[in-house]
């Protein structure tokens, strides 16, 4: 797995501008031109895009196949090489794939990058862990081994691709082109960088944030930093020790990701609606779209972060019950306050992006980055909290976030603010009433039946109740889901 996630690292540099701001630029564009009902124009960027991010593609995966020892050798572990070089095909497919989702999402059609998705996943899944126990059981060494699981990712990804044009094909039967004009494809390409690198660079920053965080905590765990001819001392836990809890530190992060990437949905369907709705004028439509967006993430985001904070101590029993539970259910209840933060900071981001102010965002990322370094580095400095202090600055760092984004949001929250907040009010003691219930039932159930088996029947009547306060709350109604069209 050292070899699998070192390799993936050097992936991740480049597959977050595939992931991140070129699918957004799409979209928005697209939708942009079929507020005008101009499906020439809608087209016209779309075989601009897949060409343009064809070669980008082609380049970028090159370079990780050529090049692929020597990056393995830069970050110190050799035998990565040859999963670097497996991995360039999905760094392919993957730039193939952003201007096909951006084209359907654009269109508000957003089945087809779920079953995407899905394909991706399954395949990497089930392919990847078939590939390796073959290889692991005839005696290949690890370098091997790692490649043979990453070959279940590309293939995945290429199965993914060959699914989105196919799908393509069919949706071209159904689009008329009258002949309206379009721009010219410098005015295009000109368009899709101002709106990709922005968003590109936002992701990039935290990317590049929670390298820094590791490189703080490993250090202030240990000997400490030196900074010029100043050393800020560490806590001289020693390597083993440091290891480990970074492992823990890991691992309670893993349980805040999941949550988390159910709220990622609402930031990429809110954009092409929300962009129409202010492009047409339609206030009405704005006002909707925007109380709508903070309703249904908050929905998910709210009973999954009280849920792990009442209910941190049997979710890292049964996740990880050979884990260090005195070190991890602390920062694992941190995390739930994160998870909530987090899905208010990805949804005003979104929000200022389909409004075509795609560099604020970068600015509140920015800013929130650096203080979360400075903070990971003063609190984990704290004996009693050391990599405790981790997940407190994470929290800080999304509250600057929102604060900012809100701030550049008050001119186009006019006359949405009042809705809001009765949702997330009504919401929010949806919650709370959940995660009361949650911690009385967990108490006696983890004493009588063990902290596993109790956890788990806790965590699934805290989901009925809060399904059930959901509608007794009237936070949404039946008519309400009938009326919702399906995509």
Known sequence: MGVFYSAYDIYNMFAVLA??????????????????????????IYQIAVRLFTVIGAVIASFMFVFGDWLAARIGNPDAGLSIRVLAVTAFCAFVMSALRGYFQGHSIMTHTAISQVIEAF????????????????????????????????????????????????????????GKPVRSNTAIIKELFRIAIPVSLGASVMSVVNVIDNFIIMHLLQEGIR??????????????????????FGNAKKVFNFPSAFIVPFTVSILPVLTAAYTAKDREGVRKNLTNCFKYSLMLALPAGVGMFVLAHPIFKILYPAGNADEGVPMLATFGIAVILYAVVSITGAILQAFGRVNLPLVSLTVGGVVKCVLTTVLVSVPSLNIKGAPIATCCCYVVMIAMNLF????????????I??????????????????YFLAIPLEKFIGVRIGGLLAIAAAGCVYLALVFLFRIVTARELKSMRRR
């Open 227 to 248: 900074i010029g001819p100043a050393t800020l001392p560490g806590l001289n836990f020693g390597y083993a020790a440091a290891k480990g809890l970074n492992g823990v």
């Open 408 to 419: 550049f949001l008050r001119e186009y929250m006019k006359g949405c603010a009042k809705p």
């Open 19 to 44: 992931s991140a701001g070129l699918p957004v630029a799409v979209s928005r564009m697209i939708s942009e031109t079929l507020v005008d009902d101009n499906h020439d124009e809608a087209e016209r």
């Open 421 to 438: 907040l009765v949702n997330v009010l009504k919401t929010t003691g949806a919650a709370v009433l959940m995660g009361a219930a949650a």
């Open 123 to 178: 395949v990497k899944l089930l392919l990847g862990i078939a590939l390796a126990l073959v290889v692991v059981k005839a005696g290949a060494s690890d370098s091997t081994a790692s490649a043979a699981a990453i070959t279940g990712v590309s293939v995945g990804a290429g199965l993914a691709v060959v699914f989105l044009l196919f799908r393509k094909r069919g949706f071209d039967k159904t689009v008329t082109l009258t």
